[in-house]
């Protein structure tokens, strides 16, 4: 029996270029919410919901039950806000299981307190790669599509996939390897694994950066990917290394990445209060960047 086409409803975010998608099955109204959004501002530590209110007031405009909140990723330029749409409505908050990898480096890098977890158990589930998750009567993959960061996943469902940062709109690219254990070789690879679906699979991205101020824009396909990413087409592997590499040595970082990192390795959740009843943000001195 082949299974209903999944609604699909997109939320920009221009602050932080970021794509939010609520993926429904229009037959139970059970839906998964990728890649949410907390606002914040940095010059004051605060933090506000949003745009994360704006895809609440449509789940439920829906009439949708969420069954997952799923990060493609830790995200390094904005922050998590699953915990906060999980308190409204609920839903399983999901990652990778290779979160561990990133918990442990980034664990050390901030000083974490003793009692932090760095088995993923933040987190209400880990995704194993292949692992197909059920949103009502559909069916999604998680293919496990590292590179740019150790635990990052695309998310197959029909016709449509989920892409996190591996891609970006053809003419923009793809993603930077620079992030500890990232690596452009891995990358290259995830890339063929994504680009080796049907030709008209339809891709969608986590960020778009409108280059030459075009419009936004967050979903391409596999055909057009493979004849006009302008970062792929025309490339071996060992000239897509080289590029990326000397790419993602010119680049700056992201804008909310101490914060964000710190924030979405604990699913979302700001470190524990202090004794004054204050949630802190680290900044470690010295330990980034030349």
């Known amino acids: 029996m082949t299974q209903a086409k999944p609604m699909i409803t997109a939320f920009f975010d221009e602050a932080t270029f970021t794509v939010t998608y609520v993926i429904a099955d229009p037959d139970t109204k059970k839906c998964a919410v990728i890649d949410t959004v907390l606002d914040y501002d940095a010059n004051l530590g605060r933090t506000r919901t949003d745009s994360a209110d704006r895809v609440i007031a449509s789940i439920k405009h829906q009439g949708l039950t969420i069954a997952w909140l799923i990060e493609t990723h830790v995200h390094a330029d904005h922050l998590s806000a699953a915990p906060y749409i999980q308190k409204q409505l609920g839903g399983t908050i999901a990652i990778s299981d ?12 901030f000083g974490v307190e003793d009692s932090f977890a760095r088995n993923g158990s933040q987190f209400d589930h880990l995704l194993t790669p292949n692992e197909e998750l059920k949103i009502g009567n559909l069916s999604m993959t998680a293919l496990h599509t590292p590179g740019h960061t150790p635990a990052c996943m695309s998310f197959v469902i029909g016709d449509a996939c989920f892409v996190g940062d591996t891609l970006f709109m053809p003419d923009y690219g793809t993603a930077r390897c620079d992030f500890p254990g990232g690596n452009a070789s891995t990358l290259y690879e995830s890339m063929e694994q994504i680009l080796s679906l049907p030709d008209e699979t339809r891709l969608f991205m986590c960020h778009d950066y409108a280059p030459g101020g075009r419009e936004y824009r967050w979903q391409t396909t596999v055909a057009e990917s493979k ?3 302008i970062h792929l087409v025309g490339k071996t592997k060992a000239e897509f290394i080289n590029m990326r590499t000397a790419r993602d040595a010119q680049l700056s970082a992201p804008h909310l990445l101490l914060p964000s990192v710190q924030v979405n390795m604990r699913a979302g959740r700001m470190p524990p209060t202090e004794n004054n009843g204050i949630a802190y943000i680290k900044i470690p001195v010295n330990q980034l960047g030349t």
């Open 227 to 229: 004849a006009s990413n």
């Open 98 to 109: 290779q979160i561990t990898h990133i918990q442990d480096m980034f664990g050390d890098l």
